[in-house]
C-alpha cells in the first residue's frame, strides 16, 4: 500500500508537471507573436550566445588572454541573462492578465450564447442579484426582462444575447427608453453578449438628463461577475487552457486523419503515375519524375499511416470488449 501511494504520488507529480509546462508554452506562444516554445527559446539562446561570442573576441583583441576572455563574457552573459527574464517576466505577467481574459471572454460567450432565452435571462438575474440587486422580478416584456432595486432606485434590465457580429442598435436602445418612461422606471441598464452600435451609445448619452440607461457589453460583463464572486480562479482558467490545448491537438489529429484519407491516397498515386507518364512526352522530364517520386512516396506514407491507425483503432475495440465482458 505504502508503494502504491508513492507511485500515485509520483504520477500526480508528474502529471501536474506536464500541465505547468504546457500552460508555460501556451503563454509563451500566445505572447511570441506567433512563434512557438523552441522556436522562442532557441531565439534567446542563439542570441545570448552571439553576445557572448562578440564580448569573448572583442576582450581577446584588447587582452590576448583565452581565460580573461572566458571569464568576462562569461560573467556578462550571466548577468545579461538574469536580467533579461527579469524583464521578460514582468512583461508575461501583464501578458498573463490579458490572455485569461481573452479565454475566460471566450468561455463566458460560448456557455451563455447556448442559453435558452429562458435560462440567458435567469443566468444574468443571479449574477446582478449577487451584486446587490434586490426585489429582482421577470417581467419577460418586450423590452425589458427584469426590475429591481439598486442603491434606493427602481431599474429596468435589458438582455440581448446575440452573436458577436450583432450589435444592439439605436432603435433597441430607444425602444428600451420608452419602456422605461412608460413604467415610471428610475433607471436602466441593457445587457449584451455582444456590442452597441455607436448610434446605439450616442442615443444613450443624448437621454441620460431623462433616463440614465447604461449600455454593458460582455468584457464590462465580466467585471460585474468578479464583484458577484463569479469569476474563474486561476485554477479554472487552467483547466480552460488544458481544454483548449487538447482540443486543438484533437482538431490537428483530425486534419491529419483527412489527409491520409483513402481518397487523398488515391490522389497522390494517380496523379504520381500521370506526371510519370507525362515525363516521357516533356522536355522536363527530370522534375516531372521528382515531383511524381514525392506524390507516389506520400501517397504510400499515407497508405501506412492509415494502416497504423486502423490497427490501434482495433486494438482499442478489443480493449473495450474485454472490458465490458469483465
Known sequence: MEFKGIFNNVISSTKRFNNNLKIKKFYTEKTGNGKSYIASSMDKALLSFLIWIFIFVYIYYKSNSFFLSTIISTQFIILYIILIRKINKRKLEKNIENIDKSIILNKVYKDIIDYSPDEFVNYIKDVLEKCTLKDTQILNKKDIDLIGILNEKKLGIKCYQHNKEHNVSVSNVRSFFLELRELNIDEGIIITTSDFSDEAVEFSN????????????????????KKANMYPSKKQINEMILEEISDNKKRIKDYGKNVISQSNMKKCFILGIVLLAFSKITPFAKYYRIVAYVLIFLGLVSLIKSI???????????????????
Do not use: A
Not at 431623462?210 to 465580466?222: G, Q, R, S, V
Not at 491507425?309 to 465482458?325: A, G, H, L, R, T
Open 308 to 326: 497504423i491507425i486502423k490497427i490501434q483503432d482495433k486494438s482499442m475495440e478489443n480493449i473495450d470488449e474485454e472490458d465490458s465482458f469483465i
Open 206 to 225: 443624448k437621454v441620460k438628463e431623462h433616463k440614465k440607461i447604461k449600455l454593458i457589453n460582455l468584457n464590462n460583463f465580466l467585471n460585474i461577475m
